[in-house]
């Protein structure tokens, strides 16, 4: 359950990685030596573990595509524990590993289980422990993942000494850093006839205030084809904060879903929850939908930490996805025919915050004229010459239904972005919305069902928004990146599909679009300026796209 | 200062090693206590300096001894810090915790570690520092941490304060309880755990342990104590799985208080970080399944908020949980309720790509009630987990590299479990490839590529007896092969990969022969000079297989090279040339040769005419001239000779080899770096000038003797140098390539400035049966300290290749650099002695860099006159037969004087140290502790 050492390495773009920080536990390394014997392996100096652990990531001699040491197709790595062959020195294992952005977080947890010729990692407390804090470190050397600044960084590494004395002095890790600090006013704990949480560091004194935000995202893979079943997913969270008095005090917040709601299913809770219905946990996606499903209202008692917190977070099987849309595409001689059209569902409120359509080109040449109509909203081209943007405004028309027509040629001086996966008429639509007030499988938190047990009577907030999030439409004449051929009793893929859609996006060239930040830490673009995209048009996109 | 200290703090954490080979461990740790004794240094350097000692205390306290001493001295700092300085007082618990683990001082229970404790305890129950901060972590909080910490390294050390710690907790209200839980559980663990150890021991012990009432529990001897602390086994998990033997304690029901412990342990579980909760949790596992007489139901009550939380390692204990107690704590439903939610977790979409695949890992080593293949650590399927549940997991385009091998290999056991082949499963997943194929078609990143083929080899390895599916793959890889002949490497990998691990399989071959094919078939118009390179190195790898026939190939080589358009001739590129010359190498040897000796001739006959670089068409001469006139065995002896190298055997280096394709001619002109050290350096002992007894020493200088040994310094150069002489031998394992060396030229680097650079030294040949040759090192110091040289070599081998190797670092120690007082060996004693009395005189007065020290220690006469024997003989300037003082000179090069007066008083030795270099001190220092203690040692 402990850690042997830890690092912190900076590998950023046209930079030499480098070791930022690294710390030795080495009572810790004691006990390896102990538990270990004759098998002990020795951690390796610091530029030595920097030089293997590149290679195991794949991320050395980055300007040669075959290095039999790097890319041998025998080896899996087998992250989030990977394991660093030293030269003839035996292997270290297992090297945690958690990567975001220029940074790298690795750390050696200790092996207390006398196995040859070695135990599974899931034996190892000591791995989700250290994956744990890992994933804190990230967050509070990151912040919260907009842009990183290089100084905020290496004054957050500064700190990480006086840090790690408090969540991990000796190796074993108690807590994970508290990524910010409460705003709340606090006052020491003196008094107290109960005993305080250790995750509560103080008390709150004031006005008892509590909010409740329910957020719902959804994501969808359109491809207007027959032969292809179209996806969609919602997962939802309920992030809380809470400003109440006392050591301990006891909240109750009630989610509820309309007479005819699907069930929430992947119930998660925060550890803060004091105690859960057994039947909140029965409904999973991965089950078959049982119609006799509980279905709320779903209780979740719980005593609030300082900080704001999620306090559970749900996925939801809805029967439609809130915009359906088709895209067509046809080469014309030297035109490419477009053809949009997006229908929004009755059942979503008809007020956005912000609405758009991005169309982006890849493997062509930048785009010439440009003659597209709208029935609603307006179009502009990007500064770069490879995306259009279709800004829907707050509103759909009373219709519901908006269409894009027109052509565009691509006869501009210079190549565009390329892309491995949209050659051809392989081409996508990805929407961003946001509509506040409102979720998509119904569920909600009752101003009056939010229950404080204290003696004044506290304010109470709820709020509900939707998001969408890898919303794309392919165009359905060309063929979707999507492995052909279903099975039909895998319609169970849908749920699949959804993970890390991102990474595809991720890893190739990127056309830089304005209004937008794109956020490492939660794998979400973030639009920033909605109100009026028009007006923005030629403003400097920032960069923030990788 | 300050600036200095963070430098050299962060050299010597960067690499150690490196930063402790300019400098002596010991005096660097005599420094560090210094500044930390100092009260002008800020708490922020201090706290810098002490971040050596807590990573590497082991490379600074190198004994037991030096450990206990550093722990006084920060012990003493530590009462001297004010208390309002806690983060520096919380950095020197951890320091000392550090200190005392790692030296061995807390196992073996010294006076300096059981004070320490002591301080600990009394830390932990001094409640008047309640401190305000809320999150400052005050020395209670680390002092809990420290204890901690000492009872895991030595377990069972603080069992007999169990009921304290049980008290402290049970008092504390704020959030510090949080530590003394931690310290409880441990302690409570490990004492239960000692007495499962003790025959017959039972509730009557437990209670006893309970209640404090220590007298009863360890009425048991410290013999059987110690054995148990000081096996590994109680350091290690006790939970390992349904086969994984936990000792019990049988106690029969009646264990209310242990109950009653751990209840209100799990009560409080609540109000701990996960991170503590979890490791709370294992703890009170182990003890529950230690003793049988606490029915695992006492968790029941928090399994519901553990199995709904996102905290991932609260999940992974209740699995833990489970692996221990099976169908006692987890129903049939909350097993299949477990798997689901694992499934659910493994794609979440609200969790990190790591955790993700944590909970995919867990999966395949689910812990089943009832195990079908139970004991071995390899991933199994659960029972569970049908395809239907798997479907969940199916790979995408979408995922990231190392998920979509994680869920590739997933399904792959699913449907391998199901054994349907033809089954729609097995379809997707070939689909799935498919599209990753496509992607690395379109130009995907490496990292693409990389993964398609990791993919491809997963896929084979399950799925290779699937003819249909395995067929189509080679089809499509050999259509990829011709669109990017740059995966030459990355498919050429695949083929040998699949044929070491599948050897009873021919897709390999099958693959190979359809590479062979279609760059056989495509139209030469379009092929390009890049593209041909690639297409020789997979010939070369098609025609090592004999299996296959190789008439295409020679039919496009002959293509190739006689076409009219083709460039290949005119420009004459050697590696093109190479490469076509390798093919016809591996064709040489190829078993159908007979049927292949026209085309191949024809082909070796076109490149001796008319190929543009000469080097290769004497090449292809010669393989003309081998093909047409030897005969096949021969031919086939001669060119296998070579062809079995680098398979650890020594050849000779023949014609063959001369002939051989580019890496056979590269490997001679290029100089190999061996893997291993071959030779090293050794200290050969010097009789260091035993021949000054038999001289006359009759030259009497009289009263000028100092004067007189000053002035022999204006010659420059003068006795300026330091000879040490070294054997050079093979280092073991022995390596029959290295067994007899030739012109080895030895190159040698210094790690830091107190040297002049050192000459290259040549050594004519090192054979392992003769007598070690010896090298003599000529140093000369600016400075004579210790230091670490590094020593490569360039030599050749016998069979006339060139080596560089690197050797083991020679040391060069303290001691080595004295030499005896530089006079004329005519010198009488009477002189020598007047030299030293002048030096000490004016070393007294410390002046300059003057100083005088003195050095005690216990040593019998008899051990005494034994070390002055043994280190000092030849630098005494008195006579040894001398009874109450003796006097030695050490001279250091190049002009540094260290004088000793020994004698010995009546309770202890003292060495009167007088110098002209301060900066000797030190260093001396920790020579005489050496000499002294292993002297002590030998006479004892």
């Known amino acids: 359950m402990s850690l042997r050492a830890l690092w912190i390495i900076s590998n950023e773009k046209g930079q030499k990685a480098s070791i930022r920080f690294s710390k030795r536990f080495s009572t810790v390394e004691h006990r390896a030596r102990n538990l270990a014997g004759s098998s002990y392996v020795a951690v390796p100096e610091d530029s030595d573990f920097l030089q293997l652990l590149l290679t195991e990531l794949g991320l050395s001699n980055s300007d040669k595509s075959y290095v039999a040491d790097r890319d041998d197709c025998l080896y899996r790595p087998r992250s989030p524990a990977v394991e660093l062959r030293l030269n003839g020195k035996g292997t270290l294992w297992p090297v945690l590993v958690l990567s975001q952005g220029p940074l790298i977080l690795a750390c050696l947890p200790l092996v207390d289980i006398l196995s040859e010729p070695r135990p599974p990692l899931a034996n190892l407390l000591s791995v989700s422990q250290g994956v744990t804090l890992l994933a804190g470190l990230q967050t509070f050397l990151l912040g919260s993942g907009v842009k990183l600044d290089s100084e905020g960084l290496a004054s957050r590494v500064a700190t990480l000494p006086s840090l790690l004395l408090q969540v991990c002095p000796l190796g074993t890790p108690f807590d994970t850093p508290l990524a910010g600090t409460p705003t709340a006013s606090t006052v020491p704990t003196s008094t107290v006839t109960h005993k305080q949480p250790a995750w509560k560091t103080g008390v709150y004194r004031g006005r008892a205030t509590v909010n409740v935000a329910v957020v719902e995202t959804v994501r969808s893979m359109q491809y207007g084809n027959q032969s292809r079943q179209d996806l969609w997913d919602v997962y939802g969270t309920v992030t809380c904060k809470c400003e109440v008095e006392g050591a301990l005090p006891n909240v109750t917040v009630t989610l509820s879903l309309p007479p005819n709601g699907s069930p929430l299913q992947d119930i998660l809770v925060h550890p803060c929850v004091t ?262 048009t030629d403003r400097q996109h920032d960069g923030c796209f990788t | 200062m300050a600036s200095n200290w963070t430098e050299r703090i962060s050299a010597f954490c960067c690499s150690p090693s490196s930063f402790l080979s300019g400098t002596n461990p010991d005096a660097f740790l005599a420094e560090l206590l210094r500044e930390l004794r100092d009260d002008r240094a800020s708490y922020g350097v201090k706290v810098l300096l002490l971040s050596p000692l807590c990573e590497y205390p082991t490379l600074l306290c190198s004994s037991e001894s030096v450990g206990e001493e550093t722990a006084l001295d920060l012990m003493s700092v530590f009462t001297q810090c004010p208390p309002r300085s806690s983060q520096f007082r919380c950095h020197l618990l951890v320091a000392l915790t550090s200190v005392l683990v790692c030296s061995s001082c807390v196992s073996n229970r010294s006076r300096a570690s059981l004070d320490f404790i002591d301080l600990l305890l009394q830390i932990c129950q001094d409640t008047s520092d309640r401190d305000g901060d809320g999150r400052q972590r005050c020395p209670r909080a680390t002092a ?134 979890a490791a709370l949790f294992r703890r009170l596992t182990e003890v529950v399944a230690m003793v049988p007489g606490i029915p695992p139901t006492i968790f029941r009550a928090q399994l519901l908020r553990l199995l709904g939380t996102n905290e991932v390692c609260l999940l992974h204990v209740t699995l833990l949980m489970k692996c221990a107690f099976t169908d006692s704590l987890f129903s049939a439903e909350d097993e299949a309720f477990l798997l689901k939610r694992l499934v659910v977790l493994s794609q979440h979409p609200l969790l990190s790509t790591p955790e993700k695949l944590f909970y995919m890992d867990c999966i395949l080593h689910f812990p089943e009630n009832r195990p ?97 599916y395995s067929a189509r793959l080679s089809e499509q890889l050999c259509q990829l092969y011709l669109q990017h002949t740059q995966l030459a490497p990355h498919i050429l990998n695949l083929v040998d990969k699949t044929l070491e691990r599948l050897p009873e399989c021919n897709w390999a071959l099958g693959l190979l022969q359809g590479l062979q094919r279609v760059i056989s078939t495509a139209p030469l118009g379009q092929l390009t000079l890049r593209d041909l390179s690639c297409h020789l190195k997979v010939l070369a790898r098609v025609a090592e297989e004999g299996k296959i026939s190789q008439c295409s190939t020679l039919g496009f080589l002959s293509a190739v090279i006689t076409q009219s358009s083709s460039l290949l001739c005119t420009s004459g590129d050697w590696r093109l040339g190479n490469g076509v010359l390798g093919v016809c190498r591996r064709v040489l040897l190829h078993p159908s040769l007979d049927s292949l000796l026209i085309p191949l001739a024809d082909i070796l006959q076109h490149l001796t005419c008319y190929y543009g670089d000469t080097d290769i068409q004497d090449h292809a001469r010669l393989y003309y001239t081998l093909l047409t006139t030897l005969s096949r065995e021969k031919l086939s002896v001669v060119l296998a000779q070579s062809a079995a190298e680098g398979g650890g055997q020594v050849k000779k280096r023949t014609l063959s080899c001369v002939m051989a394709e580019s890496e056979g001619l590269t490997n001679i002109l290029t100089v190999h770096q061996t893997e291993q050290p071959v030779f090293q350096l050794t200290e050969a002992l010097s009789g260091l000038q035993q021949e000054m007894e038999n001289l006359q020493l009759s030259q009497d200088e009289g009263d000028k003797a100092l004067e007189s040994y000053r002035a022999q310094f204006s010659e420059s150069g003068f006795a300026s140098q330091i000879m040490l002489k070294y054997h050079l031998t093979h280092t073991e394992p022995h390596d029959p390539r290295f067994e007899q060396i030739f012109s080895i030229c030895l190159h040698f680097s210094l790690t830091d400035d107190h040297y002049e650079q050192l000459q290259d030294i040549s050594v004519p040949c090192l054979f392992r049966q003769r007598p070690p040759p010896v090298v003599q090192l000529t140093l000369k110091p600016r400075r004579p300290y210790p230091t670490t040289i590094h020593v490569s070599a360039i030599f050749t081998s016998k069979d006339g290749l060139t080596w560089h190797t690197t050797m083991p670092d020679v040391h060069v120690e303290f001691q080595q650099a004295f030499l005896p007082l530089p006079v004329p060996l005519s010198w009488s004693r009477a002189s020598r002695q007047d030299v030293f009395e002048g030096l000490w005189d004016e070393f007294c007065s410390e002046m300059g860099d003057c100083i005088i020290s003195l050095f005690c220690c216990q040593l019998r006469e008899a051990a005494l006159k034994a070390l002055v024997e043994k280190h000092f003989l030849p630098f005494l300037v008195s006579d040894l037969s001398q009874e109450d003082e003796l006097r030695v000179l050490l001279f250091l090069p190049p002009r540094s004087h260290v004088l000793l007066k020994i004698s010995s008083e009546e309770d202890a030795t003292q060495f009167n140290m007088a110098t002209d270099t301060r900066q000797l001190l030190p260093h001396m220092n920790s020579y005489l502790l050496t000499v002294t203690s292993s002297q002590d040692e030998s006479v004892r």
């Open chain 2, 144 to 277: 809990c941490d420290c204890l901690c910490e000492i009872e895991a390294s030595c377990p069972g050390l603080l069992s007999q304060r169990l009921e304290l710690l049980a008290g402290l907790r049970q008092q504390e209200t704020s959030w510090l309880h949080q530590a003394y839980a931690g310290l409880h559980i441990l302690v409570l663990r490990n004492a239960v755990y000692q007495l499962t150890k003790q025959t017959g021991a039972g509730a009557a012990h437990l209670k006893a342990l309970l209640d404090g009432n220590t007298s009863v529990a360890w009425e048991a001897d410290q013999e059987a104590f110690h054995m148990v602390t000081k096996d590994s086994a109680i350091q290690s998990s006790l939970i390992l799985g349904p086969m994984g033997r936990v000792p019990t304690l049988h106690t029969g029901p009646d264990c209310k208080e242990l109950r009653s412990v751990l209840s209100s342990l799990l009560e409080e579980s609540y109000l701990l970080t996960p991170l503590c909760q």
């Open chain 2, 372 to 468: 079908i293949n139970c004991g071995d650590s390899d991933e199994a399927l659960p029972v569970l987990l049908t395809p239907q549940l798997a479907s969940a997991l199916l790979p995408t385009v979408f995922n990231d590299s190392a998920t979509l091998l994680a869920r590739l290999h997933l399904q792959a056991l699913v449907f391998l479990e199901e054994g349907e082949e033809e089954g729609r499963g097995l379809a997707y997943i070939y689909d799935h490839l498919t599209a990753l194929l496509h992607i690395v078609d379109r130009g995907g990143s490496r990292d693409i590529v990389v993964t398609f083929f990791r993919a491809a080899f997963l896929f084979l390895f399950y799925f290779q007896h699937v003819e249909g």
């Open chain 1, 275 to 536: 105690s859960l219905d057994s039947s909140i946990l029965t409904a999973s996606s991965v089950d078959n939908a049982d119609g006799s499903a509980f279905s709320g209202p779903y209780k979740f008692p719980f005593s609030p930490p300082l900080e704001p917190f999620r306090l559970c977070s749900y996925t939801s099987q809805v029967p439609v996805p809130p915009i359906l849309g088709s895209y067509q595409l046809k080469e014309e001689e030297n035109n490419l025919r477009v053809s949009v059209s997006l229908k929004l569902h009755e059942s979503v409120r008809n007020s956005f915050e912000y609405c758009e359509a991005h169309l982006p080109f890849f493997n062509r040449n930048q785009m010439g004229v440009v003659d597209v109509k709208v029935s609603s909203g307006q179009v502009d081209v990007s500064k770069e010459k490879n995306l259009l943007v279709w800004g829907l405004g707050q509103k759909f028309p009373k219709s519901r239904e908006v269409t894009l027509d027109g052509k565009i040629s691509f006869t501009g001086s210079s190549l565009g972005p390329s892309d491995p996966l949209c050659t051809g008429l392989t081409a996508y639509i990805k929407l961003y919305l946001k509509v506040p007030d409102t979720t998509l499988s119904g569920c909600c938190v009752d101003q009056h069902s939010v229950q404080v047990y204290s003696s004044a009577k506290p304010r109470i907030v709820t709020s509900r928004e939707l998001q969408s999030k890898e919303y794309f439409i392919w165009n359905s004449t060309g063929s979707a990146p999507v492995s052909s051929g279903q099975p039909d009793y895998l319609c169970r893929f849908k749920k699949s599909c959804w993970d890390v859609i991102l990474l595809c996006l991720k890893t190739r060239l990127l056309v830089p679009q304005r209004h937008q930040v794109f956020d490492e830490a939660t794998d979400s673009v973030r639009v920033c300026v909605a109100e009026d995209p028009g007006m923005q």
